[in-house]
């Protein structure tokens, strides 16, 4: 092996009648070893780490671009376009989630598809991973408006990621309204049981629900509520409705003024809703605000917790939050207990279908 290895070629001009000279016939043996199954070998390596890691190179997202081109689109996919995609009759239905909370997002959004209003839906994601995940099963029903904030974690209510969380909120809200749309707002810890459209009567500007849990009457007024002891209204931010006019325009303005004047600190954690209710109280004489009925879009802390009121309002009930709890595992055990949490057996009626969990 080793004497055919170091085995001097002899050159033999006659040999061969277009050979010009030994040079050219050096090169052309070298040609000829490049072909060789070693060269080959070390050839076809070359190109698997070049295709393999050349279009890594500055790309954070790397594997979703090598496995699935198509998706890297979702990047560049903005709020106009994707509230113009997803909008019907001028009407956009929205909600923000991150990748913690798609288990809540596909129970909410089976309850809506059971009410015919899952296709002017509109995710607005808070993490790239939340963004492809549903556009990959529903194209065109996520965008994320960069850039996004630290949301791989389920944030608990009252912690700063909370808020950074809870804070973008008016900002969306009030571009959609400057491009021209309605929009509903929910909490993904809600759950549809009647279309609450019909319950959007008039032409008011800002529709919102009460989160006092004390029973009013079936006939309440649908004024804000006075305040109470800390000089605002307990009006919740969980669901709302507002159309594109110029108060309720000016009611999401109001509301991003406050939440910067009163940013989250250790000493006061705080939330988006003390802001929203400030804003409320502050252009109540200048805008239209309608008190949605009790009855129809009550607080987690009356309908979870006073069984006698549930009887007697049986068959009022349109939208129930969630809420007067904390905890991701407590949420979706009270939902199992009372019936709400549909995933487990109803997956396949949301457009994301069943989700891998974990």
Request: aromatic fraction near 12%; proline fraction near 7%; charge should be positive.
């Amino acid at each position: 092996m080793s004497a055919l290895l170091h085995q001097r070629t002899i050159h033999n001009p006659l040999s061969d009648p277009y050979s010009k000279s030994p040079r050219s016939s050096s090169n052309s043996q070298r040609s000829f070893s490049v072909f060789s199954p070693v060269s080959l070998l070390v050839l076809l390596s070359l190109l698997v780490v070049l295709g393999v890691f050349l279009p890594w190179a500055g790309m954070p997202e790397g594997l979703f671009s090598l496995t699935k081109p198509s998706i890297t689109k979702w990047r560049d996919y903005t709020l106009a376009q994707a509230v113009s995609f997803v909008a019907k009759n001028g009407t956009v239905i929205v909600c923000a989630v991150s990748q913690p909370y798609l288990p809540f997002l596909n129970n909410w959004l089976i309850s809506i598809s059971r009410q015919k209003h899952q296709d002017k839906v509109l995710v607005i994601a808070e993490d790239y991973a939340t963004l492809y995940t549903i556009n990959e099963r529903w194209p065109g029903h996520a965008v994320l408006v960069p850039p996004a904030p630290d949301a791989q974690t389920a944030h608990k209510f009252g912690s700063q990621g909370f808020f950074n969380f809870t804070s973008r909120r008016p900002r969306h809200l009030l571009h959609i309204l400057e491009l021209g749309y309605n929009v509903m707002y929910n909490d993904v810890d809600m759950i549809w049981l009647a279309d609450p459209f019909p319950y959007l009567k008039g032409n008011h500007d800002v529709y919102f629900t009460d989160d006092m849990a004390q029973v009013k009457p079936l006939n309440h007024s649908h004024d804000l509520p006075p305040p109470g002891k800390k000089g605002r209204t307990y009006i919740c931010s969980c669901m709302i409705f507002l159309r594109p006019t110029n108060g309720a325009k000016l009611v999401m303005k109001k509301w991003i003024d406050e939440l910067q004047a009163k940013p989250w600190s250790k000493a006061k954690k705080a939330n988006d809703q003390p802001g929203f209710n400030w804003a409320l109280n502050k252009t109540a004489g200048e805008v239209d605000l309608y008190l949605l009925p009790q009855a129809a879009f009550p607080t987690g802390g009356l309908y979870f917790k006073n069984q006698t009121w549930v009887q007697e309002t049986k068959g009022r009930h349109v939208i129930i939050h969630n809420n007067y709890i904390t905890g991701f595992e407590k949420k979706i055990k009270r939902f199992k207990d009372y019936g709400l949490w549909l995933v487990d057996d109803h997956a396949l009626e949301s457009p994301l279908g069943k989700l891998q969990e974990g």
